[in-house]
DNA sequence: CTTGACTCCGTAGTTAGGTACGGCCCTTAA
DNA sequence: TTAAGGGCCGTACCTAACTACGGAGTCAAG
């Protein structure tokens, strides 16, 4: 009763027919059931899927990258993987922390360039590349001790 | 005295030097000064800019849009600019609060599937999904009135 | 019971973003 | 002064992630 059609899903979630195929081929998406006919028969939850799929590229994740956050999920079949699952989640929490920062610094120096705006100063320099100059806040990494870096 | 070859910034951006031509080409890097020889000579900034590119690739930025941001800081030519620098910069600002928003949910829902992995608690079924389910607080838009999506 | 929209599948084509090649010239340290 | 290691250029190639095609079977509204 609650089964809807590839077309139904993909308008559902905007994303193309095809794409659907594609992300299916490429395991990110189970192979669903059905009818005699061949045609594909999706679940609702799918649809949840392919939003999610959609939003984690736009956030720079690759289709590799989005497989393994959606399997970290179904880790049911051997409990042993619970570290493994751990380990990986833990990753992916450095990564989002890392987007989330470069992200913050990016909004600082847009909003600053915006109030320059209002405030009838153009400013000549706009602060876009500063997002860089505190990358790092103490300077006690990368010494550059590599002499082939003549 | 201070300028480095196309190898130099290459590795210190940590990038090809095929990468650097190409966004030669593009257009995300200026064309530099040429020795006699046709040898580059890039200043110091150009790493800055590399590296910027580097990072906000990794949040889901095209080069395009990248284009974009690193003009945002050379709006200096003509003062009428400005307001459409703004209204540019106010919609990157919004791009950048969106991808925020979702990196925040996902960071929320690792960090509760790593919880209940400590717990010895395996999650039959892990909260990635509900990044969506939260996607529209209230249940105001999208009415979904198309009759075409029978 | 037909007709127009939908779906099937395999395969080929496309775009973005690099990456490699190769023949030749330049630089620099021994 | 020479040889190893850059660097120059144009062009060709590559991977990821779609997107389109086409011929044949299916569904459902009228």
Known sequence: ???????????????????????????????????????????EETVSRLLFIKRAKEIGFTLREIKELLELQIASPSTSTCDEVRKLAEEKIADIRSKTEMLRRMEAALVELVDS????????????????????????KEIESNPSDK
Chains 1, 2 share one sequence.
Do not use: H, W
Not at 5 to 18: C, D, L, N, P, Y
Not at 117 to 139: F, T, Y
């Open 1 to 43: 009763m609650e089964s809807l059609t590839i077309g139904k899903i993909a308008r559902r979630a905007e994303v193309g027919i095809e794409t659907i195929r594609f992300y299916q081929r490429e395991g990110l998406i189970d192979e669903p059931p059905r009818r005699e006919s061949g045609y594909r028969q999706y679940p």
């Open 117 to 140: 705006c209002r405030g009838r100063v153009v400013a000549n320099s706009c602060p876009i590349l500063d997002v860089l100059q505190e990358e790092k806040p103490d300077g006690a």
